[in-house]
């Protein structure tokens, strides 16, 4: 198993490109099965869980063929509807192939996805949304799933105690684009990847208004054609390339981010004392003075995303003063408070929040990475400690960075794979 060996205190300088979002690549690449035609989806991460996501599609009788950072999909055989334990567990995002699965073939068997590191992780909203479209749902031997289902369009309001939820959003408009009759999704996420969706759903042939809403308008249609389509720029891979500079950078340049979908993250690093430049779609970030301490609270968009909690915490932790972190997405989403109190941090853990004492400076040691975003976290401390921070695990960032020792090492870091 990897794991990564990072010489902290080594200044970062030059130009860092952004990959396509990941977020928006996932569903996109289910979306393909809504339709018999082929089609090309451009600017796509190489990353293990778009690996995993073809593999999905595969199972299900699509032929996946990758070519630089363009994918083309097309449906060869129909005939299995079932995606499988063994692919879903390792990967939460394959239960994005059951809204197109039971809208284009009229049956599906998803596995359930189970929890994960961030918490329980239900998928009920999913249920919920697609059961009111007409699928009889159930749930059998781990696996959900519906035969024989004709789905009719319907009123549905996606919302949880946590607000509402992105690939439930996903699922139902994946649906709802070839149910009979018009869909209207209320209180839908408006995340900008499930925006990326619904564009890309409307390059297919889809009817939908209020794309970027909470209201969405779906008439169902026939058919959907094949489309060519390029994906968004990925948002927290770029937030946590600046939290990169921020800490070490005597300047970066972020290449390709899009800042409108950043802003509640910008809006923090300058309420931190961190210089963001914007020019154009580059964002150009130093390492300043000491930080100040700032409360951040997650929610969803256009709050502050929880993909970035555990990257933004490395600040505070060596801010001059008291920050406060509080969790509104997934309560348990801390597991990184102990590996970066190894590394020297002052981080309590009260309930869904936590709390950051800001320290002079971190120091290396063997550390344990448990999911995408802490492992990200740990890079980055890693970059600023002193001496070497052992990184083990680190498969869980290959999952959603691409190359991000690579990526780092040419801006002057030193990270080692070993
Ligand atoms: N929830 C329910 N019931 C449901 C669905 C969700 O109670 O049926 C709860 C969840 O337990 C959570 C909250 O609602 O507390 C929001 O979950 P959501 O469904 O929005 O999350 P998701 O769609 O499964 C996506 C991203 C996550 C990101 C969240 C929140 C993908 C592939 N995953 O997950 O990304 O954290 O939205 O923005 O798009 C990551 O990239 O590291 C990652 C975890």
């Known amino acids: 198993m990897d794991k990564f060996i990072v010489h902290g205190g080594r200044a970062l300088e030059g130009s860092i490109q952004v990959s396509g979002a990941k977020n928006a690549v996932l569903p996109i690449m289910a979306a393909a099965l809504l339709t018999d035609e082929e089609v090309v989806v451009r600017n796509v991460p190489d990353l293990r869980d778009v690996r995993t996501m073809a593999a999905v599609l595969g199972e299900l009788g699509m032929t996946v063929d ?9 449906a060869s055989d129909e005939s299995c509807c079932t995606a499988p334990y063994e692919l879903v567990s390792t990967m939460r995002a394959s239960i994005c192939v059951l809204g197109p699965l039971l809208a284009k073939r009229g049956a599906a068997r998803v596995s359930m996805p189970g929890g994960c590191v961030l918490g329980v992780r239900p998928i009920d909203l999913h249920i919920k949304g697609l059961s009111s479209l007409g ?6 031997r781990g696996y959900v799933e519906a035969s024989q289902v004709r789905l009719r369009g319907a009123e549905v309001f996606l919302g949880s105690t946590f607000g ?7 699922n139902v408009l994946m649906a709802a684009v070839l149910a009979e009759g018009r869909t209207v999704i209320e209180n839908a996420a408006m995340e900008p990847e499930l925006d990326d969706l619904a564009r890309f759903l409307i390059a297919m042939g889809a009817r939908i208004q209020g794309t970027g809403t909470h209201r969405l308008v ?10 060519d389509y390029s994906v968004i720029p990925d948002r927290i891979e770029a937030g946590t390339f600046l939290i990169a500079g921020a800490l070490v950078g005597r300047q970066v340049d972020v290449i390709g981010a899009e800042p409108d979908h950043m802003m509640a993250f910008l809006h923090i690093m300058n309420t931190a004392g961190v210089s963001v430049e914007r020019i154009g779609s580059t964002l150009r970030v130093k390492a300043g003075n000491k930080f100040l301490p700032t409360d951040i609270s997650t929610h969803s968009f256009p709050g502050f995303p929880t993909d970035l909690q555990a990257q933004t915490m490395v600040l505070m932790t060596l801010a001059d003063g008291i920050s406060i972190v509080t969790e509104r997405i997934y309560p348990d989403r801390f597991i990184h408070v102990a590996e970066l109190n190894r590394l020297g941090a002052e981080i309590r853990k009260e309930g869904n929040q936590a709390i950051v004492h800001g320290v002079e400076a971190l120091s290396g040691a063997q550390v344990m990475a448990s999911d995408l975003r802490a492992s990200a ?7 600023v400690a002193d001496g070497e921070t052992e990184i083990h695990r680190v498969y869980h960032i290959d999952r959603g960075y691409e190359g991000i020792d690579r990526k780092l090492n040419a801006l002057g870091a030193r990270i080692e794979r070993i």
């Open 66 to 74: 990758f070519d630089g950072d363009a994918v083309r999909i097309k």
């Open 135 to 140: 699928a009889q749902l159930e749930v059998r």
């Open 164 to 170: 509402s939820t992105v690939l439930g959003t996903a």
């Open 218 to 227: 779906i008439e169902g249609v026939k058919e959907l054609h094949g489309c």
């Open 377 to 383: 976290a740990l890079v980055l401390a890693g970059l």
